[in-house]
Nanobody, 131 residues
């Protein structure tokens, strides 16, 4: 059985930091690209960052670039999203997803808005940034 489990969410003040984890089981990070997505209240889910299976490259959407950092620890089957300089606009439920067919970090991040269906999703973790 494949599982993606997000953790690390919580309440943080404006300007604070959090590190989210996406721990996978039943799949290998060598074979699957992992993306981070978020959905704010009343808004559509959006891709924000991903790490590609082809070469471990990372991609960030402009509004998180320079503040967020994605990394993978294959020994722990975990992908992290380090989030710094958090803003109230970052408040959302954060999800990770895995896909075998997509090997590029860019595609893993942006294909969602084209209606692409990723292979697996986690259940999400809430991040709340207070002003």
């Amino acid at each position: 059985e494949v599982q993606l489990v997000e953790s690390g969410g919580g309440l943080v003040q404006n300007g604070g930091s959090l590190t989210l984890s996406c721990t996978v089981s039943g799949i290998s990070l060598d074979d699957y690209s992992i993306g981070w997505f978020r959905q704010a209240p009343g808004k559509e889910r959006e891709g924000i960052s991903a790490i590609g299976s082809a070469n471990g490259s990372a991609f960030y959407m402009d509004h998180v670039k320079g503040r967020f950092s994605i990394s993978a620890d294959k020994t722990k089957n975990t992908v992290y999203l380090q989030m710094n300089s958090l803003k109230p606009d970052d408040t959302a439920v954060y999800f990770c997803a895995a896909d075998r067919a997509i090997t590029s970090a860019v595609a893993m991040t942006v294909m969602f808005r084209r209606g692409y269906e990723y292979d697996y999703w986690g259940q999400g973790t809430q991040v709340t940034v207070s002003s």
